[in-house]
């Protein structure tokens, strides 16, 4: 309440509007310093507080004095300045306190309204200690409702000014234009207070006062302290700006590097993914190469044969397991060539073909018997094949040496069934040689017994017929010369059964046969000839040959007995040859099926119904055991068989 | 009816054979034939009298045993002795069952192919002679008027004279004469004899 006695104030509107735009200056310059305080950190952001805190406590403090400066008394009003001072430091350590708050990463409710409270009291504490450091002549009465008022109005100010300078503090485009209206509102809001804090104090005339320490303030005084603030706070908004900007580009440039870092990033990336691949790749290409590898060392260790391989200069350089264990050597006594010497049975002479095969550079191949670790030995088929380079020098040697001990044995076996049947086939020829022999022998043997009978009951007769009797009797001799000559011949064939070479006229054995055969072919109406060359004398089995012999000519005739549209013949000739003697069995009949020509010595194979396949197997083999050879002659008419025998020359066995 | 004398053949390839052969059976007073061949026996036109044949097996040509059957074929009954040098078992019941006489191994004794002659000569005459008594009478058959070869079978049935009336339609005095006239003509003296004569020229009784 204005006592009557009160002095009677009056303002100067100028200097309340210079006021109130010192206050909406500083207001700007809080909010917008909030922002820097916020976006720096350490000892930048104790600086931008301690600069802002300067510049924004300038400004209240300023503001409060100008404002007290447009008040006018009809009084010399002087001002003691430590007070001044005083406040000046609450107003800066006010500010400091609201920029820290306003500043903090996070502001609950809590910290705003003790943060407004303390900003509410600082700059209420400015605007009553800035009134206490006057001195007039005057005793100083406050109204406490104004004065409670000022204060909960400074609070309430404080908050708001809080809360939107921690919501403007952060730079958008409408950032700006926002603080400048929010700094009005707050510049507003702090005359406000001052202004109701001014309306809560009279002044009552009283004594003089203390004026130790005290000053007036002079127009200009007045007026440098708003000019300095406002270049305090131009520098410190000016600086907040640069800074801003410099922030800013500092931030572009980060993005831009950012960006680059994290292209760059990326494509480092890919280059190791790409890298990591190829890694995974080139392990499991190698992890490939080693099964590879393994299985190639499987495959040759399993293999059922022996395998190596050899350098030029004739040393092994592998050998695989199974020719180790069969062996029994191990690598190193299984290089170089000492070891064949005792390995190979010596009979197969396996060394010195290899070696002659070994040094002409020719692939190699033999049969022999390789010692097992044990001593036995069984039958290998060796083969080696030299590998060249483009000049076509050997580089290596690669061979195998396969076990056919068991093909040998069956081979074996095959022959001794081949010789069994042999056999068998030349004991059925001769039976059916004893058939025909029996045949002729008996022919003269039924004349000469009949014969003999008549003459017996002729000569019982009462009166016998001499001249039956005399031709009966004449009769008899010539079949029992005719009987003898047939049982020669069978001698001739049968006492010498076991082969044996005699020297021989060729000839004579095939007269034997001729006449051996000739009933045979005269019941099947086929002429015999022959042609025989004089003086061809071999050395040879007779009944062998003989085989041969009957066995081309059964042949022919059975070839034969169907023809009717030509003469039934067979040739027998005999002639001197480059390899000695040949002979040549030749028919009129069909010939040898071409399809035919180069079987029909394999045994087993035949043409006829009931053959057994053998004939010309087994004469193939008698003539060949004589040194000869047997063949087929092609295009011939008929069949031409012939065979060649070596000529016997006196003197050698 | 005059029997003409008997003929034996020979057929075998060797001539010394042949000839002792021909020697042998001629000294029992045969007369012989002699052939080289089978063929050329088979060519030969053969006498109407009591015959044999001495046949070897292995003949040039066409076997003795292809002959046989030949023979067989043409219906010709002659009996036949098998001679040869070795005759297997196969081969000797093969001609036997065919209906040889005789199957003799060279060299044969004398006496064994004799007998084997006269068997044969006795069987082909016997043949001749049943060939001829069945000539005989079908020539009495011949001489038979139809009403009597109407009744003959009849009468060889066993039926009496008053069921062959009722059979042919005609009086019992009518089959009396028929009856006594075909016995006359066919030669027999009671119905026993007929039935007998009957059945050999295949008139069979029309009743069981």
């Keep these: 309440?204005?006592?009557?006695?009160?002095?009677?104030?009056?303002?100067?509107?100028?200097?309340?509007?210079?006021?109130?735009?010192?206050?909406?200056?500083?207001?700007?310059?809080?909010?917008?310093?909030?922002?820097?305080?916020?976006?720096?950190?350490?000892?930048?952001?104790?600086?931008?507080?301690?600069?802002?805190?300067?510049?924004?406590?300038?400004?209240?403090?300023?503001?409060?004095?100008?404002?007290?400066?447009?008040?006018?008394?009809?009084?010399?009003?002087?001002?003691?300045?430590?007070?001044?001072?005083?406040?000046?430091?609450?107003?800066m350590l006010t500010s400091a306190v609201a920029l820290y708050v306003a500043s903090r990463d996070k502001m609950g409710p809590v910290r705003a309204l003790a943060g407004s409270v303390i900003m509410g009291s600082g700059i209420a504490s400015v605007h009553y200690i800035g009134m206490a450091s006057m001195r007039l002549p005057a005793i100083t009465r406050f109204s406490p409702m104004l004065v409670a008022f000022s204060i909960l109005l400074a609070i309430l100010f404080s908050l708001a000014a809080l809360l939107l300078a921690f919501d403007l503090r952060e730079d958008t485009k409408w950032t700006v234009p926002r603080r400048l209206g929010s700094a009005v509102v707050m510049g507003g809001a702090v005359s406000a207070m001052h202004y109701t804090g001014m309306a809560a104090v009279s002044f009552i005339p009283g004594p003089p006062p203390d004026l130790s320490q005290a000053v007036s303030i002079s127009p200009v005084g007045d007026n440098g302290v708003v000019?300095?603030?406002?270049?305090?706070?131009?520098?410190?908004?000016?600086?907040?700006?640069?800074?801003?900007?410099?922030?800013?580009?500092?931030?572009?440039?980060?993005?831009?590097?950012?960006?680059?870092?994290?292209?760059?990033?990326?494509?480092?990336?890919?280059?190791?993914?790409?890298?990591r691949k190829e890694i995974a790749e080139r392990e499991r290409a190698e992890e490939a190469l080693r099964r590879s590898d393994e299985r190639l060392q499987l495959v040759i260790d399993t293999l059922p044969a022996l395998v190596w391989s050899k350098l030029p200069d004739g040393s092994a350089d592998f050998l695989n397991q199974r020719f180790q264990e069969y062996t029994g050597l191990s690598l190193a006594e299984g290089l170089g060539w000492d070891w064949m010497r005792n390995a190979f049975h010596p009979d197969d002479r396996l060394e010195e073909e290899w070696r002659a095969a070994f040094a002409a550079g020719e692939p190699f191949e033999k049969e022999a018997r390789l010692r097992r670790a044990d001593g036995a030995y069984r039958w290998f088929l060796l083969r080696a094949a030299p590998l060249r380079d483009e000049r076509g020098n050997v580089v290596k040697w690669y061979g195998t040496t396969t076990d056919i001990e068991d093909r040998k044995r069956a081979e074996e076996a095959?022959?001794?069934?081949?010789?069994?049947?042999?056999?068998?086939?030349?004991?059925?020829?001769?039976?059916?040689?004893?058939?025909?022999?029996?045949?002729?022998?008996?022919?003269?043997?039924?004349?000469?017994?009949?014969?003999?009978?008549?003459?017996?009951?002729?000569?019982?007769?009462?009166?016998?017929?001499?001249?039956?009797?005399?031709?009966?009797?004449?009769?008899?001799?010539?079949?029992?010369?005719?009987?003898?000559?047939?049982?020669?011949?069978?001698?001739?064939?049968?006492?010498?059964?076991?082969?044996?070479?005699?020297?021989?006229?060729?000839?004579?054995?095939?007269?034997?046969?001729?006449?051996?055969?000739?009933?045979?072919?005269?019941?099947?109406?086929?002429?015999?000839?022959?042609?025989?060359?004089?003086?061809?004398?071999?050395?040879?089995?007779?009944?062998?040959?003989?085989?041969?012999?009957?066995?081309?000519?059964?042949?022919?005739?059975?070839?034969?007995?169907?023809?009717t549209d030509r003469p039934r013949q067979l040739l027998i000739k005999s002639a001197k040859h480059a390899d000695g003697v040949l002979i040549q069995v030749q028919d009129s009949g069909p010939g040898i099926d071409p399809g035919h020509a180069d079987r029909i010595f394999e045994p087993f194979f035949t043409t006829k119904p009931e053959g057994v396949g053998m004939g010309l197997s087994i004469s193939r083999s008698i003539v060949e055991s004589h040194g000869g050879r047997?063949?087929?002659?092609?295009?011939?008419?008929?069949?031409?068989?012939?065979?060649?025998?070596?000529?016997?020359?006196?003197?050698?066995? | 009816m005059t029997v003409a004398a008997p003929i034996v053949f020979v057929v075998d390839d060797d001539p010394p054979v042949r000839r002792a052969i021909k020697r042998l059976i001629g000294s029992v007073g045969l007369q012989v034939e002699l052939f080289g061949s089978a063929l050329e026996f088979l060519a030969s036109k053969r006498p109407d009298a009591p015959s044999c044949l001495v046949l070897?097996?292995?003949?040039?040509?066409?076997?003795?045993?292809?002959?046989?059957?030949?023979?067989?074929?043409?219906?010709?009954?002659?009996?036949?002795?098998?001679?040869?040098?070795?005759?297997?078992?196969?081969?000797?019941?093969?001609?036997?069952?065919?209906?040889?006489?005789?199957?003799?191994?060279k060299p044969f004794r004398d006496q064994d192919l004799l007998d084997a002659i006269q068997v044969a000569l006795e069987r082909d005459r016997a043949r001749h002679q049943e060939e001829a008594e069945i000539a005989t009478?079908?020539?009495?058959?011949?001489?038979?008027?139809?009403?009597?070869?109407?009744?003959?079978?009849?009468?060889?049935?066993?039926?009496?004279?008053?069921q062959i009336a009722g059979e042919i339609g005609t009086s019992e005095t009518t089959v009396k004469v028929h009856r006594s006239r075909l016995m006359r003509k066919m030669g027999a003296d009671s119905l026993a004899e007929l039935v007998r004569l009957a059945g050999r020229i295949g008139i069979p009784s029309t009743k069981p």
Excluded at chain 1, 244 to 263: K, P, T
Excluded at chain 2, 69 to 92: K, Q
């Design chain 1, 1 to 91: 309440m204005i006592s009557a006695n009160a002095y009677l104030g009056s303002y100067n509107y100028s200097e309340v509007a210079r006021s109130v735009f010192v206050a909406i200056a500083a207001s700007y310059a809080a909010l917008d310093l909030t922002g820097r305080v916020t976006a720096a950190r350490g000892r930048v952001r104790l600086a931008w507080l301690s600069g802002g805190a300067t510049a924004l406590g300038l400004g209240i403090w300023a503001m409060h004095f100008k404002g007290m400066l447009a008040f006018r008394l009809p009084l010399s009003v002087e001002y003691h300045w430590p007070t001044v001072l005083a406040s000046l430091g609450v107003a």
């Design chain 1, 227 to 275: 000019i300095v603030t406002l270049i305090v706070i131009l520098a410190a908004i000016t600086t907040s700006s640069v800074d801003r900007r410099a922030d800013a580009e500092v931030r572009r440039l980060n993005q831009g590097l950012e960006q680059r870092v994290a292209e760059r990033t990326l494509q480092l990336e890919a280059i190791n993914q790409a890298l």
């Design chain 1, 414 to 563: 095959l022959q001794e069934a081949q010789d069994k049947i042999a056999h068998v086939t030349r004991v059925q020829a001769m039976g059916e040689l004893a058939a025909a022999i029996a045949h002729e022998v008996n022919q003269p043997l039924t004349a000469l017994v009949t014969n003999a009978n008549f003459c017996l009951r002729e000569l019982a007769r009462a009166a016998p017929n001499l001249g039956e009797l005399r031709e009966a009797i004449a009769e008899i001799v010539s079949d029992g010369t005719r009987a003898s000559a047939v049982i020669s011949r069978i001698r001739a064939l049968l006492m010498k059964r076991a082969p044996d070479r005699v020297e021989l006229d060729i000839n004579e054995v095939i007269q034997e046969v001729a006449i051996l055969v000739r009933n045979e072919a005269a019941r099947s109406r086929i002429s015999l000839l022959t042609d025989l060359a004089a003086d061809l004398r071999i050395r040879g089995d007779r009944v062998q040959l003989q085989q041969v012999l009957i066995n081309l000519i059964m042949n022919s005739i059975d070839a034969m007995r169907t023809l």
């Design chain 1, 630 to 653: 047997l063949r087929v002659i092609a295009g011939s008419g008929g069949a031409l068989f012939e065979f060649t025998l070596p000529t016997h020359i006196d003197g050698a066995s």
């Design chain 2, 56 to 105: 070897d097996i292995r003949l040039p040509g066409m076997s003795g045993l292809d002959c046989q059957r030949e023979l067989a074929e043409a219906n010709v009954r002659l009996p036949i002795i098998f001679i040869t040098a070795h005759g297997d078992i196969p081969m000797t019941v093969r001609a036997m069952k065919v209906g040889a006489v005789e199957f003799l191994t």
């Design chain 2, 137 to 162: 009478l079908r020539t009495h058959l011949e001489s038979l008027t139809q009403r009597e070869r109407e009744v003959l079978p009849l009468v060889v049935s066993g039926l009496l004279n008053k």
